[in-house]
């Protein structure tokens, strides 16, 4: 199966929005945006704690500064106002990798990751199966690799110029070079937020599916996330003022609403993603984790089980017409 899946799959781009507006208003995917916002303020300081921890055990203090660089783009000036100077804090802190304090950073920070497996179930209508010793586990190796993946990002950002000058000079292109990179560098940030959403896509799910590193979904949440970062990071500079109406907390109110904007978006990507699979003659119906196992069938038993980490006995039930 192909890594770029960009195919519609037979569903029309009409019936496409119409069906995941529907299902993103009918999964109840705002009350999910709004949960996962407030969970990734309380996940925020601790992922940078584990991240500049990484990054002094690997010697790398210019990427982070890249890092914030490259957010200065995105992020409203008054989060960043917030955000910079607990950075600054923390950078001062000592402590090794494997400090009592940076485990401790890097459970709170995981959190983020198992409210965004809760609302990504809801998106693709299955019921968590994953118990709670394996569902815990994956959101810390998650939250290391998106570390992981933002080092490399960074890595690639910082070093690529210094290698396309390597490979200009050897076949004689270095007054081209300047150019090029100008003209490709963002292209290419742009394409790696897009595998990084669709890696997203594709762990956080109960679903059993092909990771394709392009995705609808993916390619439309990065897209509208960037102009809704551009128009609301605008917005607030010019128009609102959060400071004068809420005080000191101002700037926490601006960065959580971001945070929800950016939620929203997200899970209406994979409102799409999941619709085109629903919809499609070779896809899972709404409820299946594979194909044609029918779905499970989301009782009070169940959730009840699941609740204490602890998987119930989920019936597998045929749903009429491939609902759930």
Do not use: C
């Not at 009592?100 to 019921?127: C, E, H, K, Q």
């Not at 586990?137 to 390597?166: C, D, E, F, K």
């Not at 003659?281 to 499970?296: A, F, R």
């Amino acid at each position: 199966m192909s890594l770029f899946a960009f195919s519609l799959r037979g569903v029309s781009p009409f019936t496409l929005i119409k069906r995941a507006v529907q299902e993103f208003v009918a999964d109840d995917m705002p009350t999910y945006a709004a949960a996962l916002a407030y969970q990734m303020l309380f996940s925020l300081f601790p992922f940078l704690l584990f991240l500049i921890a990484l990054i002094g055990f690997l010697h790398l203090p210019d990427f982070f500064t890249f890092l914030r660089e490259q957010a200065a783009y995105l992020l409203p000036t008054s989060a960043l106002d917030t955000v910079n100077p607990i950075i600054d804090q923390l950078q001062t802190q000592k402590g090794g990798l494997l400090s009592f304090s940076i485990i401790i950073a890097l459970w709170s920070a995981s959190g983020g990751f198992r409210s965004l497996m809760t609302a990504m179930n809801s998106a693709y209508d299955v019921v968590e199966s994953r118990p709670a010793w394996k569902r815990i586990p994956l959101s810390v190796l998650h939250t290391i690799g998106l570390a992981g993946l933002l080092l490399s990002a960074a890595a690639l950002m910082v070093l690529g110029p210094q290698v396309m000058n390597w490979l200009a000079a050897y076949v004689g292109l270095e007054d081209y070079m300047v150019t090029l990179w100008a003209l490709i560098r963002w292209p290419l940030a742009v394409f790696l937020l897009m595998i990084a959403v669709a890696a997203l896509y594709y762990v956080t799910p109960d679903v059993k599916q092909s990771f394709r590193f392009i995705t609808p979904g993916s390619a439309l949440a990065v897209v509208v996330w960037i102009l809704a970062s551009l128009g609301f990071g605008y917005y607030v500079q010019n128009f609102a003022n959060y400071n004068a109406t809420y005080g000191s907390i101002g700037a926490i109110i601006v960065l959580l609403l971001y945070f929800y904007i950016s939620s929203a978006v997200l899970l209406f990507g994979a409102e799409i993603n999941a619709v085109i699979e629903h919809h499609s003659d070779d896809g899972k119906d709404k409820g299946e984790k594979t194909p044609g196992d029918g779905g499970v069938e989301a009782d009070e038993e169940l959730q009840a089980a699941q609740d204490e980490g602890v998987v119930g006995d989920a019936r597998v039930v045929q749903r009429p017409n491939g609902q759930a």
